[in-house]
DNA sequence: AGATAAAAAGACTGATCGGTATTCTTTACT
DNA sequence: AGTAAAGAATACCGATCAGTCTTTTTATCT
């Protein structure tokens, strides 16, 4: 089957990246980790940055996936679903491999706005925002935008405490600010 | 005067770093960029890396000056500082050279926890955060901890969403959130 | 001014970068 | 089975990486 082979190569791609960063992960690396080799790296994608762009379609699809499904399964209500996003934060944060958001990373590593990998990053941000906001609007709450705002603040912040772990428990302790901005 | 050679050296390959990134800016750049000669700058550094450690040390000095300095003047109260370093938050985002935090970067760019880097990092983070509780304890505030934990989510947050450009006002979102924190 | 020492400039090193050309292996069809 | 066509493995390319060595400049002291 020769999408899955593509597939493959993305998700192993991914996995290299998310751990080494694009900038210091040479094709070489690519190569060594994926057995898959660069003539055949190459037939698929013209350029490293189109793998690196591929690889961030591939993680905005799994990771959005994961995290609504996530919120609807640890939520009854629409409101509940919106405090549940920092269960399903926590949950992430405790995996072993955890290491970060790749989104973050990549402005970081790409600071370039008009770079397509920075673009990219934005357009995951904004669809997870687009998500939070129809959850905010069928719950009566009020302002949903304003508190969609807020939240996806608390969301950025405890993923990055997580990461310096500075923080014993930051999924915790976004939640319970965000219960605050819920009921007030 | 020796030494200030040294930290010229110091500032401007802090700009260099913190707009081409520390991977993607090699020595060859920052030689060009600050008109000094690679002989003279590995005569005050052994290695790229021990450079990249000064200019996080003199980034960690200088933000934090300019924070605490620009909190106390915007904020009369301790709690009124805690608030006040949101608006301090927002001039910083508001500069045009404005490209987010140099530490967020940092650990993207070097994730091993041991490498100095990383640990430098998590070193300024503690420093805040060990300023912010001093604050949060002289005020009566109830639960300091925890207040300056959610802060420090809070500004995280603001400084994520002001890099993307996700959310127009970040600052000022999070500053509200923070007096709800305060008041609760 | 001239000798000497310190420092900086820039050519250069092996290694590695992203990417390609050539060789080799595998597959498919008659 | 034999042959052609497709795909992958690897050797290789110029460019650039971090870092050094040699040469030239600059500064100091008498």
Redesign the pocket.
């Known amino acids: 089957m020769r999408p899955s ?1 593509r597939e493959e190569l993305v998700n192993k791609a991914l996995d290299v990246f998310y751990r080494g960063g694009f ?1 210091a ?5 690519i ?1 060594e980790e994926t057995g ?5 790296i ?2 698929h994608f ?4 189109d793998l690196i762009l591929a690889v961030l379609r591939r993680r905005d699809e799994v990771f959005r996936n994961w995290l609504f499904k996530r919120m609807s399964e640890l939520g009854a209500s629409e409101a509940d679903q919106l405090v549940a996003m920092f269960d399903a934060l926590g949950e992430w944060f405790r995996e072993p491999s955890f290491k970060g958001c790749m989104f973050i990373k990549a402005v970081a590593e790409f600071q370039d706005p008009d770079h397509p990998a920075f673009k990219h990053s934005v357009e995951h941000k904004g669809l997870i925002e687009k998500y939070l906001l129809g959850l905010a609007q069928k719950s009566k709450l009020q302002h949903p935008e304003t508190l969609v705002k807020r939240l996806l603040i608390l969301k950025e912040g405890a993923i990055n405490a997580a990461q310096f772990r500075s923080i014993p428990a930051p999924a915790e302790e976004a939640k319970e600010t965000a219960r605050l901005l819920i009921a007030a």
């Open positions: 082979k900038h992960t040479g094709m070489d690396m190569v898959i080799s660069k003539t055949a190459y037939n013209r350029t490293k940055d």
